[in-house]
């Protein structure tokens, strides 16, 4: 065969050994390089073999404006130039940030976490790639895995939370969700682990800011999720702006490479964040296009995100000898082999022929709307909510009551305002007949209604325009005009229902003082107005758990639940320990809390053993009962604590969980298989390790309480407790 590349019956590498054989320096380095938004304009760059992948997107945040749509047409022309017209044929790989949905926009992915279901992230991320396929996408940059603590990062909206090992769960469905088992499939289309790595620990919460974290940090709170999305075959990695202790991460060849490749064993390939490469002469270590490329290639990036300067200068060094051809070579093979896995060669043009499939079925909606449902998190609530019969007149009011394209959150560039179904028309549909719904407007007169009406569900939060890329906020109150009008309400008796939506954890102390509930709703997408509705009216009850702590203020930041003892921990009425002296030490809601319409009982943890060798396992068991009058959902949490270690461990620590749905009056034994190897941490040597010794752990309903056993690993065989669980 005259391009044996083509012969899809050739094993991938023999496939891609064959083209990098027949292919130019320029033709090399055209693999590398990534465009935005490719048009005509560049159609002699194409036939050149010059352009290896094009994003979609109107600008480096687009997330947050209403962005260019994808023009179906433009790529099929551009593909078709590619195909048939370079010398190659190569085919140029599409991307767009896709990511919580193309047309069927599901909740921010903060909200998604909320829902601590791996099964409905992995559902949802499906419904995106068949949506993204249909549209000729063949890329995704997502999932965004930075763990953080940062509230003030506008970015904590696009993320999983606080917690490394709920984020690494997260991190392997979605990849799933969106790869499915064949990238070659026509409704799959390949994932992009990002921020790689520790973007979420920029001081201050400022976007783009310094990270200075110790090296544990970064291996034990910061790598985990991507080490996960790797062992789940990701597709690609995005470096991400940052540095670490003064070395940007686009130009750090130990996080790239060492880590990466040589320990979590990456054989994808890595783009760089949107001018990353070029930046580096920003952050002060490259002195041009020339040096930042030649640094971040070296590194281990390989593809550039739209800097240009691979495109620019990287052909002058590899013919100088300052880049080795085999290092260039090296990232080409790892461009083309997602290309030849993704099976481009041979349908770079089938999605567009024939009409492009259905978007937003009946059935995306419906997991949109179940999504939503179960990522809303309830707060707080004295009874009033599910709305009952005696509710007779209902006040809703709010800047979100009538909101639609709000609803999406950032990052939404496909989704359509005159999708969405706003909360004030789900609600008066869902609430039972004879119920009077009066929407008012966000005033005076609002308050004025709210002396005649049995409650006012008021709508409240942030606008997805501070939500995301370059928002970083220096408050973490309700936006400006909020507070006052919420007090004003209340200061006329009226009793108060909250709905929060956010794409960060906001401080929202007098709330929970004064409102008889809230429901904490993030930006719950397209069917976000009709899950609230489901909510508030009881058609379905509050599943959601919080996957970040929720600050009393802006000044307990960073403040999370998996944090060190220190020296001093904060025993309660002390003053010379590590606390405030002007506010309560623990958060206003913890990592993991949620509440449902139902309550649990927890009882009879056992434990398989209580000595364990280092490469065992343990199993865990407790009962979980519904002690209520209607039937919930609840979320089993399993957190250990390594009390005494070569180094200081984290109070608690997830290590596992499960949902469980029972009915009134039902109880369900929950068990955890707890790997020992899982305790692993980086110790005082900086190896990876379990250490013999007492552990404590938890089984409950959230970090601050549960069950408690203790254990002991050792270094011999594990010893059978009495009476354990057979
Ligand atoms: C942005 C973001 C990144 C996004 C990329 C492409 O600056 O940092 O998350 O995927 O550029 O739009």
Known sequence: MEKPWLDRNLPVEERVAALLAAMTLEEKIGQLQQVANLDDEQS??????????????????G??????????????????????????????????????????????????????????????????????????????????????????????????????????????????????D????????????????????????????????????????????????????????????????????TANREVLTDILRGEFGFEGFVVSDWNAVGELIQHGVAADDGDAAAQALCAGVDMDMVSGCYDRALQARVEAGAVALETLDEAVRRVLRIKVRLGLFEQALSAFEGEPAPLLTAGDRALARRVARESMVLLKNDGVLPLG?????????????????????????????????????????????????????????????????????????????RSGEANSTVTLDLPAGQQQLLEALHACGTPIVAVVYAGRPLSIPWLAEHARAILYAWHPGVEGGTATADLLTGAAA??????????????????????????????ERTRVHSRYADSPDIPLYPFGHGLGYTRFDYVDLSLSVTEVAATGTL???????????RAGTETAQLYVRDPVASVSRPVKELKGFQRVTLQPGESKRVVFTLHVADLAFTGLDMTRRVEPGAFDLWVGPDSTQGLHATFSVTAEGAVRAEGAES
């Open 44 to 61: 002699e760059a194409v036939r050149a073999g010059r352009i290896g992948s094009s994003l979609f997107s109107s600008g480096a945040w």
């Open 63 to 180: 997330g947050n404006v209403k962005d260019e749509g994808v023009h179906r047409e433009t790529m099929r022309r551009m593909q078709a130039l590619a195909v048939n017209e370079s010398r190659l044929g190569i085919p140029i790989l599409y991307a767009r940030d896709v990511i919580h949905g193309y047309r069927t926009i599901f909740p921010i992915p903060l909200g998604q976490a909320a829902s601590w279901s791996p099964e409905l992230v992995e559902q949802a991320a499906a419904v995106a790639a068949r949506e993204a396929a249909a549209e000729g996408l063949h890329w995704t940059f997502t999932p965004m895995l930075d763990v953080t603590r940062e509230p003030r990062w506008g970015r904590i909206a696009e993320g999983c939370g606080e917690d490394p090992y709920l984020c690494a769960e997260l991190a392997k469905a979605a990849v799933h969700g969106y790869q499915g």
């Open 619 to 629: 199993t865990v068991a407790a009962t979980v009962r519904n002690a209520g009058e």
């Open 182 to 249: 064949d990238l070659a499939a026509p409704d799959r289309i390949a994932a992009c682990a990002k921020h790689y790595v520790a973007y979420g620990a920029a001081e201050g919460g400022r976007d783009y800011n310094t990270v200075d974290i110790g090296p544990r940090s970064l291996r034990d709170t910061y790598l985990p999720p991507f080490r996960a999305a790797v062992a789940a075959g990701v597709a690609t990695v995005m470096s991400s702006f940052n540095d670490i202790d003064s070395v940007p991460v």
């Open 389 to 465: 019969p005696e509710t007779k007149r209902v006040l809703l009011t709010g800047p979100f009551a009538e909101a639609d394209h709000q609803l999406f959150g950032t990052w939404t560039l496909d989704g359509r305002a005159e999708d969405v179904t706003p909360l004030a028309a789900a609600l008066g549909a869902a609430l039972p007949k004879g119920v009077e719904l009066r929407v008012k407007p966000w005033s005076d007169e609002a308050v004025y209604h709210g002396r005649t009406v049995d409650v006012a569900v008021v709508a409240v939060g942030e606008h997805p325009c």
């Open 542 to 571: 509050p599943v959601g758990r919080l996957p970040v702590s929720l600050p009393r203020s802006v000044g307990q930041v960073p403040v999370y639940y998996n944090h060190r003892p220190t020296g001093r921990p904060v025993p």
